[in-house]
Nanobody, 118 residues
Framework: VQLQASGGGLVQPGGSLRLSCAAS????????VGWFRQAPGKEREEIVC????????AYLDSVKGRFIIGRDNDKHTVYLQMNSLKPEDTANYYC????????????WGKGTLVTVSS
């Protein structure tokens, strides 16, 4: 059983990235999936979580209007579309899966690093 976030990289301020979360060993379509991030020297914070089959939690205030979570059920993945990126978005981004968004995740993926810099 494994969860993996991908799609990170170096992007200029104002740019966009699309992160993807994929699972092996279980069907991600049947789980609630959350995106988290942790910047160097800071606490981990939850960005948003998408329920199964529908619904989502509120977005972290600092990303509202810029980030979008969604499912690609055909590919059994969950994405995080990140637009208008800012240097303060620089962090390791993680996805996690569980039964519902309100409960602690059962699975954590390895992170993908996002660096926003000119």
């Amino acid at each position: 059983v494994q969860l993996q976030a991908s799609g990170g990289g170096l992007v200029q301020p104002g740019g966009s990235l699309r992160l993807s979360c994929a699972a092996s060993g279980f069907n991600l379509n049947t789980k609630a999936v959350g995106w988290f991030r942790q910047a160097p020297g800071k606490e981990r914070e939850e960005i948003v979580c998408i329920e199964n089959p529908v619904g989502k939690t509120a977005y972290l205030d600092s990303v509202k209007g810029r980030f979008i979570i969604g499912r690609d059920n055909d590919k059994h993945t969950v994405y995080l579309q990140m637009n208008s990126l800012k240097p303060e978005d620089t962090a390791n981004y993680y996805c996690a899966a569980g039964r519902i968004c309100a409960s602690a995740p059962d699975y954590w993926g390895k992170g993908t690093l996002v660096t926003v810099s000119s």
